[in-house]
């Protein structure tokens, strides 16, 4: 019934830019402006990790490794959330995953995109 697409990974050369998209996909009966959205990443060998966040409100959070690189965005009329990248490095090198996620009293809904990978090498 909903499933998160991403999109826009790919392989770059260090200090080009992404964009990286993630499209909410089906009807649900709250809709993709009431979940927050998080983007993480998780390269081999190592723990996955949160690098950025956008609530249904708008607020947005960074991780420390990304903060003056990236940028969240979200546009509620196209059901879609995204990741700007810019500044790539090496180390950026993961599988980036999207996260739908609303976590209230009454109800509890988290939904994972398949993931996108981001390779940055020379």
């Known amino acids: 019934q909903v499933q998160l697409v991403e999109s826009g990974g790919g392989i770059v050369r260090p200090g080009e830019s992404l964009r990286l998209s993630c499209v909410f996909n089906?009807?649900?009966?709250?809709?993709?402006?009431?979940?927050?959205v998080h983007w993480y990443r998780q390269a081999p060998g190592k723990q996955r990790e949160l690098v950025a966040t956008i609530t249904r409100l708008g607020n947005t959070d960074f991780g420390d490794f990304v903060k003056d690189r990236f940028a969240i965005s979200r546009d509620n009329a196209m059901n879609t959330a995204y990741l700007q990248m810019n500044s790539l490095k090496p180390e950026d090198t993961a599988v980036y995953y999207c996260r739908a996620r609303m976590n209230r009293v009454d109800i509890l809904l988290d939904y994972w995109g398949q993931g996108t990978q981001v390779t940055v090498s020379s």
């Open positions: 089906g009807s649900h009966g709250n809709g993709f402006s009431d979940f927050d």
